[in-house]
């Protein structure tokens, strides 16, 4: 983050603690997924996949992006955060309504306190897309990256709302159509409206100017930013009024929309300064290869091509699996180590610049420990995917083992360096003083 500083950050404690509410949801995760191997035998409506989903959507993918985006607005946008006590009160209602939602789904509780937490989470979406349309508002400039930005949050917002109607239609049902039918709208409204026009827009900022690269014009971007959002809409209005079979159409309107991001990345890695990757930007690249199984799988899953129902059941899950803890999940353990380190050595260390001898960002982590959390979640996912895709508990109970390896030493690191404090800085003298 080469234009981030002191002056325009927010404070550090608007931030960090979303870093370690995300990793404990991290490990709680894999953790939960340990003790659901009999769920992914069933249909993907059931009590413990919600709750594996909730708990990645929201207390580690969500959580995580609330923190690093109250961070790096600042720097896509230019300007300073509009707002930190918004900032700390979506942090502390998202992190309740999470945990409350967790609960819930674990035991199907679907009375009062799943209303609460829906609540709860509806409140914190609120208050993050004002934040976000605000600080918006002050960038000197309004730009295709503030457009993906401020509508993903828009569309996290028309997430929660349906989420929290569903939730009351639990206990008093009052929605017209089937509970399916408008989870399916609820989870590609999040998979597709939030986390990857959210990703787009900041990704098209940030991994050019982590590879000190300067692609010119934003056309491909205009273009990738209607047609996500068209193949939605288009989308979201077929399945509420028509149900017609031109899903795979609006779902092509999406994929266009992908590849004409991953064309401007392309560019952008032609046009590279710094040729050599570091370990999160190796596995960013990953996480974008990743990026093309749920690519295929929504032709699929949206396609009529007469797959047996306990098959096509199993490809849904390999599908919500490939777009959590595929696509987001791998970018998101990339990007920690790329953005938490700069984070806590710009809060630690940046006042004594000039003045004392300091250590890199890179120095404040083990970068071996990080190559071998990225291998074993590489590992981990793919022997879970090829295990829910067979319907064997042994091969999805292998998976989650190596899967909660990886967690395990994700949190670790991410606490090493939450903990990291400067100390014994040793001033510049004559004698030492740089050239």
């Known amino acids: 983050m080469p234009t981030a500083s002191l002056s325009n950050s927010p404070g550090k404690w608007v931030v960090l603690p979303h870093y370690a509410f995300a990793a404990c949801a991290f490990l709680t995760l894999s953790v939960l997924l340990l003790f659901s191997t009999d769920a992914f035998a069933g249909h993907y409506f059931h009590p413990k996949l919600l709750t594996l989903t909730h708990v990645a959507a929201l207390g580690w993918a969500t959580m995580l992006i609330f923190g690093a985006l109250y961070q790096l607005l600042p720097v896509v946008l230019e ?18 309504g999470t945990i409350l939602l967790a609960y819930c789904f674990w035991f199907f509780n679907l009375g009062l306190l799943l209303h609460v937490a829906g609540c709860c989470l509806l409140l914190s979406f609120t208050l993050f897309t004002i934040n976000v349309y605000q600080t918006a508002r002050q960038a000197p400039k309004w730009t295709i990256e503030a457009d993906f930005v401020v509508t993903s949050a828009f569309w996290l917002l028309l997430t929660g709302i349906l989420g929290l109607l569903m939730a009351v239609n639990f206990t008093n049902p009052f929605l017209p159509q089937d509970h399916l039918q408008y989870l399916k709208l609820h989870a590609h409204m999040g998979m597709a409206g939030w986390f990857l026009l959210l990703i787009i827009g900041v990704g098209s900022k940030l ?20 047609l996500i959002n068209a193949g939605l809409v288009l989308f979201l209005a077929d ?47 990953v996480a974008l290869f990743l990026l093309l199984l749920p690519v295929v799988l929504v032709f699929l899953v949206s396609s009529n091509v007469g797959l047996p129902p306990r098959s096509l059941s199993a490809l849904y899950l ?34 004594h610049v000039g003045r004392c001898k ?19 979640y590489l590992v981990g996912y793919a ?20 899967f909660a390896v990886a967690a395990l030493v994700y949190t670790i690191n991410v606490f090493h360096l939450l903990l990291h404090r400067a100390h014994q800085l040793q001033p510049f003298t004559h004698a030492n003083a740089p050239a």
């Not at 006590?85 to 209602?93: D, E, P, Q, V």
């Not at 991994?207 to 209607?226: A, E, V």
């Not at 929309?257 to 990345?265: D, E, N, P, R, V």
């Not at 995917?385 to 083992?401: E, K, N, R």
């Open 79 to 96: 300007c300073r955060l509009y707002s930190e006590r918004l900032a700390y009160a979506t942090f502390g209602l998202l992190a309740v």
């Open 207 to 226: 991994i050019p100017m982590f590879l000190l690269s300067h692609p010119t014009g934003t056309r491909k971007l205009n273009w990738s930013y209607n």
């Open 239 to 285: 399945q509420l009024f028509y149900q017609s079979p031109f899903m795979p159409w609006y779902a092509a309107l999406v994929v266009a929309g992908i590849a004409l991001f991953l064309w401007h990345l392309y560019d952008a890695r032609k046009l590279a300064l710094r040729k050599d990757l570091d370990l999160g930007m190796k596995q960013t690249f």
């Open 318 to 351: 390999v599908y919500g699996l490939s777009v959590f803890l595929g696509f987001v999940s791998g970018l998101i353990l990339g990007q920690t180590f790329k953005t938490l380190p700069f984070i806590v050595w710009m809060h630690a260390y940046e006042p």
């Open 358 to 376: 300091t250590p890199l960002p890179k120095d404040l982590y083990h970068s071996r420990v990080v190559q071998a959390q990225n291998s074993c």
């Open 383 to 402: 022997v879970l995917l090829a295990g829910v895709l067979l319907q064997a508990p042994l091969v999805i109970m292998a998976g989650s083992v190596v």
